[in-house]
């Protein structure tokens, strides 16, 4: 059973390669139905002066992802901004730079997930309230696939919307680094890496893209 939290040295001790290995090998782990066993409650007491965490992800809201357990990660390992979409602005590029040039984490995940419904609905071009200015993020994304993917351009085309939700997931890893110079002389000097995936709802594996 783990019941020690990451402490500085620890995170000091892991290369970007370290924590992506981990991940990955955590959501194996999660696909495998074998999670780690964790004493939660010690893993709090442990984290109250501090924490160490060795990644930041960034996700979707969708409530189909919990992403630490996906990647079977506890208290303290793992920073995790979410919106729907998965998409930085300033806010989430602050909170990126904070858990990376501020806290120590060595790795930025991007976590798009299947059948995304905010990539959906800008596919759709849905104008509704503030959701209307948010799918406005990830219309780049559905640009970009309408020169790719053959068929109508839109939710009814499951092709269509698995290319914009991998497209969204590569342009928003690039406006990151386009956005944040903070992060990318991080990334450019090996302190940092970063990554996308695509989570998939039918067998809980996260794959590279």
């Given amino acids: 059973m783990r019941n020690k939290a990451i402490n500085k040295l620890a995170q000091e001790a892991l290369t970007p390669d370290d924590v992506l290995q981990d991940l990955l090998q955590g959501n194996e782990r999660f696909v495998n139905n074998k999670l780690a066993e964790v004493a939660h409650l010690e893993l709090v007491k442990e984290t109250i002066t501090g924490q160490y965490p060795k990644a930041v992800i960034l996700s979707c809201i969708d409530s189909r992802v919990p992403v630490e357990q996906v990647f079977d990660q506890a208290i303290g ?24 040039a501020v806290a120590g984490s060595k790795l930025i995940f991007v976590l798009g997930h299947e059948s995304c ?8 071009g849905v104008e509704l309230g503030n959701i209307t200015s948010m799918l406005a993020n990830i219309i780049p994304a559905v640009k970009k696939s309408s020169t790719e993917v053959e068929g109508e351009a839109n939710s009814s085309n ?52």
């Fill in 158 to 209: 499951k092709e269509f919307v698995a290319k914009t939700v991998e497209n969204n997931v590569l342009l928003t890893m690039q406006r990151i680094q386009e956005r944040s110079n903070l992060l990318s002389e991080m990334i450019d000097g090996d302190e940092v890496k970063i990554v996308g995936g695509v989570y998939s709802l039918s067998s809980g594996k996260v794959n590279l893209v």
């Fill in 77 to 100: 390992d793992i920073f995790v901004a979410r919106v729907a979409g998965n998409f930085e602005n300033t806010d989430i590029l602050g909170s990126i730079e904070y858990a990376c």
């Fill in 117 to 124: 419904g905010a990539v959906k609905a800008a596919c759709d």
